[in-house]
T-cell receptor, first 112, second 112 residues
């Protein structure tokens, strides 16, 4: 009965590879987010979707492409991975934009 | 994106003491305010929302000062389990329509 789940929890891959992270929420929320938390622990928003529509798209390389097949899912695909992409990626959801958010457990991505 | 600023600490506090953190925000149009807690290698979790009139939840009290654009968190009778990073979060834009902006967090260490 996990509220916000992400897979995989850990991802180790080589530079240049393409990988995807999946996120699902069973809270019935309308809005979902992707955040990146780097080694300095700063949590920075990357994307936000509301009812499957992209509403926030921060300055993120276009190697990162979010996809929302339905309100309950928001996936993140990353092309041509670079060393600097190593971080923890958190998915979150909220009832509406600006409301309290609930986070998934995170995906720890290591690019070697 | 407007900033949310916090003292990173660490705050080293003996068990049983009272500790307070402040956080300042720069966007005067901000409408929603929260404190989150993040344990090491875990996801951020909502601690409490912050209302204009101030609010209390057990040992935790949050206050909002719109005129000075800061929010505060007071923890009374601190426990070892309170050791964590506390994130100040502000809903940017009118009604939080621009999503949430996270501060970099204040690291709290409760010492026995």
């Amino acid at each position: 009965d996990t509220a916000v789940s992400q897979t995989p929890k850990y991802l180790v891959t080589q530079m240049g590879n393409d990988k995807s992270i999946k996120c699902e929420q069973n809270l019935g929320h309308d809005t979902m987010y992707w955040y990146k938390q780097d080694s300095k622990k700063f949590l920075k928003i990357m994307f936000s979707y509301n009812n499957k529509e992209l509403i926030i798209n921060e300055t993120v390389p276009n190697r990162f492409s979010p996809k929302s097949p339905d309100k309950a899912h928001l996936n993140l695909h990353i092309n041509s991975l670079e060393l600097g992409d190593s971080a923890v990626y958190f998915c979150a959801s909220s009832h509406f934009v600006g409301y309290e958010q609930y986070f998934g457990p995170g995906t720890r991505l290591t690019v070697t | 994106r407007k900033e949310v600023e916090q003292d990173p600490g660490p705050f080293n506090v003996p068990e049983g003491a009272t500790v307070a953190f402040n956080c300042t925000y720069s966007n005067s149009a901000s409408q929603s305010f929260f404190w989150y807690r993040q344990d090491c290698r875990k996801e951020p979790k909502l601690l409490m929302s912050v209302y204009s009139s101030g609010n209390e939840d057990g040992r935790f009290t949050a206050q909002l000062n719109r005129a000075s654009q800061y929010i505060s968190l007071l923890i009374r009778d601190s426990k070892l389990s309170d050791s964590a990073t506390y994130l100040c979060v502000v809903g940017a834009g009118q009604g939080g329509a621009d999503g949430l902006t996270f501060g970099k967090g204040t690291h709290l260490i409760i010492q026995p």
